[in-house]
């Protein structure tokens, strides 16, 4: 072969250089920009000196860029201030690529919000009281014609979507009830029908039907939409119900719709929207028939003080319909009704930096698609839950590759309180990491589904209200594999009125998850230890750091082999093995051995190599089966959490692995002080 001269050299390596420039330029293509602002004209050049007003004028400049200039990036920016809430659809025309992506984004250190509220002004000293109102507090009350301030839509007190919601300076103001914390109970259920036989030996009937205990019920039956909210019969499933009617002689209250569940002995409720008990600071009520709004405020309100209502009652504020590759980045959407971000096919598509505070539902939903991620982002403040995460295919077992990162979720499941976590996935392959849920009645993670990463994450101060729930909650189907739950830092789970609480609970016939290299301070209450499984094989807990736990693992009492079989044989079971997956074929057969062997060795477990500190007992109800070896229990200690995760104590005490406690929790949020 001829070998190269000096001038070939030299043309090829000009070559080289030239294509990798090219490759440079594709990797940055130009972009074009638009912007947004509150003050701007949809007339106007769309420039930063000339902006656009609204929505519809800058996606139609997007769209005719994208069918244009295909290979061109576009970033929308909107410039700082208040914009009213509106439907905003994003479809499969607006899309990016990999090197010309779509950004709808604040501009550089502003902060545009988008609400979905009214601000109520006039405010006046209640001259008329209704006969309602408590006499003591009628001075304090002020009234606003909310009519007149632009309310169209009163929605309804109790409905999900509809709900109206009042706050001042962005704080909560709730709506008159009593009692005006936690809840009254009822004495005997006195419906015609009794509730069946159930494992807690609990009483009550169907019909609802039930004597109230304080006679400050009676004030109730002047009231015109009377509202009860509850757990009725089980603690982990309440209801907000109609008060149909109340008879002061035998003091019964009857409702309506009638609760699923029945009506326990002694259930726990409050009675909300009453005028008559609008008395305590911070309390409202909105008399929809003359469309004036009562408020109790908590201090005498000043110049600069905001009070909005929410109006907006869209099912979402904006909806990526087939979108791909774009993202939404820095934008804050505030106090609506209903939900805030969806998200449904598509791909790659990115929700970064983005705040949603005050939502009667829920944050965001990810409905189908692939490796959409949310990171960075800021949720507090839902009706309902924060994030709602479905896609890929289970009986192929392809996944959907969405992400959480970096993500904080608080103070969620605030009107329905049961079964609405920070964060729910069903399908296929998700990573949920470094993220930080907190503040909740029920439970912070659902997981319904396979291949489910749940690492480096905070979790605290969940289960608060509800009963028989985990901090993580995973039940009732044994086709669920290949969840790792590892490097968490979970801490003070510790409520539960019956069954308990737990950090993660593995519920009924759950089976061969890993639970790694976790931190568990102050989690389990009542018969649940920090971790609890019920039901399930093939489990493994290892690795983990459990500190003033009642106790680090607990089992219900062991099932049978006749109650296993019963279930795997049973007709709802049989319905997830074989009809929503197959385990017997490809891929379950060969990528889950757990499946393999489901009728061989029930309730075994393996617990090993954990470190427990200052707990009442390492295993609770564990029965005989369990394999368990190499834990080590040691007394309560002041040392601080930081130096029992140092790598030297852990493997001086049994760990084989270091926990890795600074890397758990948002490392990158925008939102977060420091």
Same mark, same amino acid.
């Given at each position: 072969?001829?070998?190269?001269?000096?001038?070939?050299?030299?043309?090829?390596?000009?070559?080289?250089?030239?294509?990798?420039?090219?490759?440079?330029?594709?990797?940055?293509?130009?972009?074009?920009?638009?912007?947004?602002?509150?003050?701007?004209?949809?007339?106007?050049?769309?420039?930063?000196?000339?902006?656009?007003?609204?929505?519809?004028?800058?996606?139609?400049?997007?769209?005719?860029?994208?069918?244009?200039?295909?290979?061109?990036?576009?970033?929308?920016?909107?410039?700082?201030?208040?914009?009213?809430?509106?439907?905003?659809?994003?479809?499969?025309?607006?899309?990016?690529?990999?090197?010309?992506?779509?950004?709808?984004?604040?501009?550089?250190?502003?902060?545009?919000?988008?609400?979905?509220?009214?601000?109520?002004?006039?405010?006046?000293?209640?001259?008329?009281?209704?006969?309602?109102?408590?006499?003591?507090?009628?001075?304090?009350?002020?009234?606003?014609?909310?009519?007149?301030?632009?309310?169209?839509?009163?929605?309804?007190?109790?409905?999900?979507?509809?709900?109206?919601?009042?706050?001042?300076?962005?704080?909560?103001?709730?709506?008159?009830?009593?009692?005006?914390?936690?809840?009254?109970?009822?004495?005997?259920?006195?419906?015609?029908?009794?509730?069946?036989?159930?494992?807690?030996?609990?009483?009550?009937?169907?019909?609802?039907?039930?004597?109230?205990?304080?006679?400050?019920?009676?004030?109730?039956?002047?009231?015109?939409?009377?509202?009860?909210?509850?757990?009725?019969?089980?603690?982990?499933?309440?209801?907000?119900?109609?008060?149909? @009617? =109340?008879?002061? &002689?035998? *003091?019964?209250?009857? !409702?309506?719709?009638? %609760?699923?569940?029945?009506?326990?002995?002694? $259930?726990?409720?409050?009675?909300?929207?009453?005028?008559?008990?609008?008395?305590?600071?911070?309390?409202?009520?909105?008399?929809?028939?003359?469309?004036?709004?009562?408020?109790?405020?908590?201090?005498?309100?000043?110049?600069?003080?905001?009070?909005?209502?929410?109006?907006?009652?869209?099912?979402?504020?904006?909806?990526?319909?087939?979108?791909?590759?774009?993202?939404?980045?820095?934008?804050?959407?505030?106090?609506?009704?209903?939900?805030?971000?969806?998200?449904?096919?598509?791909?790659?598509?990115?929700?970064?930096?983005?705040?949603?505070?005050?939502?009667?539902?829920?944050?965001?939903?990810?409905?189908?698609?692939?490796?959409?991620?949310?990171?960075?982002?800021?949720?507090?403040?839902?009706?309902?839950?924060?994030? @709602? =995460?479905?896609? &890929?295919? *289970?009986?192929?077992? !392809?996944?959907?590759? %969405?992400?959480?990162?970096?993500?904080?979720? $608080?103070?969620?499941?605030?009107?329905?309180?049961?079964?609405?976590?920070?964060?729910?996935?069903?399908?296929?392959?998700?990573?949920?990491?470094?993220?930080?849920?907190?503040?909740?009645?029920?439970?912070?993670?659902?997981?319904?589904?396979?291949?489910?990463?749940?690492?480096?994450?905070?979790?605290?101060?969940?289960?608060?209200?509800?009963?028989?729930?985990?901090?993580?909650?995973?039940?009732?189907?044994?086709?669920?594999?290949?969840?790792?739950?590892?490097?968490?830092?979970?801490?003070?789970?510790?409520?539960?009125?019956?069954?308990?609480?737990?950090?993660?609970?593995?519920?009924?016939?759950?089976?061969?998850?890993?639970?790694?290299?976790?931190?568990?301070?102050?989690?389990?209450?009542?018969?649940?230890?920090?971790?609890?499984?019920? &039901?399930?094989?093939?489990?493994?807990?290892?690795?983990?750091?459990?500190?003033?736990?009642?106790?680090?693992?607990?089992?219900?009492?062991?099932?049978?082999?006749?109650?296993?079989?019963?279930?795997?044989?049973?007709?709802?079971?049989?319905?997830?093995?074989?009809?929503?997956?197959?385990?017997?074929?490809?891929?379950?057969?060969?990528?889950?051995?757990?499946?393999?062997?489901?009728?061989?060795?029930?309730?075994?477990?393996?617990?090993?190599?954990?470190?427990?500190?200052?707990?009442?007992?390492?295993?609770?109800?564990?029965?005989?089966?369990?394999?368990?070896?190499?834990?080590?229990?040691?007394?309560?200690?002041?040392?601080?959490?930081?130096?029992?995760?140092?790598?030297?104590?852990?493997?001086?005490?049994?760990?084989?692995?270091?926990?890795?406690?600074?890397?758990?929790?948002?490392?990158?949020?925008?939102?977060?002080?420091?």
């Amino acid at each position: 072969m001829t070998p190269f001269t000096r001038r070939a050299r030299q043309g090829l390596l000009r070559l080289i250089l030239s294509l990798v420039g090219l490759a440079a330029s594709a990797l940055l293509l130009p972009a074009r920009e638009f912007h947004v602002a509150p003050d701007g004209h949809d007339s106007a050049a769309g420039t930063a000196q000339a902006p656009w007003r609204t929505w519809a004028r800058a996606i139609e400049a997007v769209r005719e860029s994208r069918r244009t200039m295909p290979a061109e990036a576009v970033t929308l920016l909107f410039h700082g201030g208040e914009y009213p809430a509106e439907s905003v659809m994003l479809d499969a025309s607006l899309s990016g690529s990999p090197t010309a992506p779509v950004v709808f984004a604040a501009a550089d250190g502003q902060t545009p919000v988008f609400a979905g509220s009214v601000r109520l002004r006039d405010w006046r000293p209640l001259r008329d009281p209704p006969p309602q109102l408590p006499a003591d507090v009628a001075s304090r009350i002020v009234v606003c014609n909310v009519a007149a301030a632009g309310v169209a839509d009163y929605g309804d007190p109790t409905a999900l979507g509809l709900r109206p919601e009042l706050f001042r300076d962005g704080q909560a103001q709730v709506l008159a009830r009593w009692p005006d914390l936690g809840f009254t109970h009822a004495g005997k259920a006195r419906g015609a029908t009794p509730v069946g036989p159930n494992w807690a030996n609990f009483t009550g009937t169907v019909e609802g039907v039930f004597e109230y205990a304080d006679l400050r019920h009676e004030r109730w039956a002047r009231e015109t939409d009377p509202r009860l909210g509850g757990y009725w019969f089980w603690d982990w499933a309440e209801e907000f119900l109609k008060l149909a @009617r =109340l008879e002061p &002689g035998p *003091r019964l209250i009857y !409702t309506e719709p009638r %609760h699923q569940y029945g009506y326990r002995d002694a $259930s726990r409720y409050f009675g909300l929207n009453l005028l008559c008990e609008l008395d305590r600071p911070g309390e409202w009520y909105l008399d929809r028939s003359a469309g004036l709004l009562y408020w109790y405020p908590d201090t005498l309100l000043q110049p600069a003080t905001e009070v909005t209502l929410t109006t907006f009652t869209a099912p979402y504020v904006v909806t990526l319909d087939g979108c791909s590759f774009v993202t939404l980045r820095g934008l804050t959407f505030r106090e609506c009704r209903g939900s805030g971000i969806l998200v449904r096919g598509g791909s790659d598509c990115r929700i970064e930096a983005c705040r949603l505070q005050r939502f009667g539902r829920d944050g965001i939903h990810i409905e189908g698609g692939f490796r959409h991620g949310i990171t960075g982002s800021w949720l507090e403040h839902l009706g309902c839950s924060g994030i @709602r =995460l479905a896609g &890929g295919d *289970r009986r192929t077992l !392809t996944p959907a590759a %969405h992400f959480i990162e970096h993500t904080v979720v $608080s103070s969620f499941s605030l009107f329905k309180r049961t079964y609405e976590p920070a964060v729910h996935v069903s399908g296929c392959g998700f990573r949920i990491a470094h993220n930080f849920f907190t503040r909740s009645s029920s439970s912070a993670l659902r997981l319904d589904g396979n291949d489910i990463l749940v690492e480096y994450n905070r979790v605290s101060h969940v289960v608060e209200e509800s009963d028989d729930q985990g901090g993580v909650d995973c039940w009732y189907d044994p086709s669920f594999q290949g969840i790792t739950i590892r490097y968490n830092h979970w801490s003070d789970i510790v409520g539960g009125t019956h069954a308990g609480a737990a950090a993660v609970r593995l519920d009924d016939m759950i089976s061969g998850v890993t639970v790694h290299g976790n931190v568990f301070a102050r989690c389990g209450a009542r018969m649940f230890g920090a971790v609890q499984i019920n &039901g399930g094989k093939a489990n493994v807990v290892e690795n983990n750091l459990f500190l003033n736990c009642p106790a680090a693992v607990s089992f219900t009492m062991p099932w049978t082999e006749e109650k296993w079989f019963t279930q795997l044989d049973g007709p709802v079971i049989r319905q997830k093995l074989y009809q929503d997956v197959d385990i017997r074929a490809e891929p379950y057969s060969s990528r889950y051995a757990v499946l393999r062997h489901l009728r061989e060795d029930i309730n075994v477990n393996t617990v090993r190599h954990n470190l427990v500190i200052g707990a009442e007992e390492l295993l609770r109800h564990a029965g005989t089966r369990q394999i368990v070896h190499d834990n080590r229990q040691l007394p309560a200690t002041d040392l601080p959490l930081a130096a029992l995760c140092e790598p030297a104590f852990l493997r001086s005490h049994g760990l084989t692995e270091a926990i890795p406690l600074a890397a758990m929790g948002p490392q990158r949020n925008p939102w977060m002080r420091p």
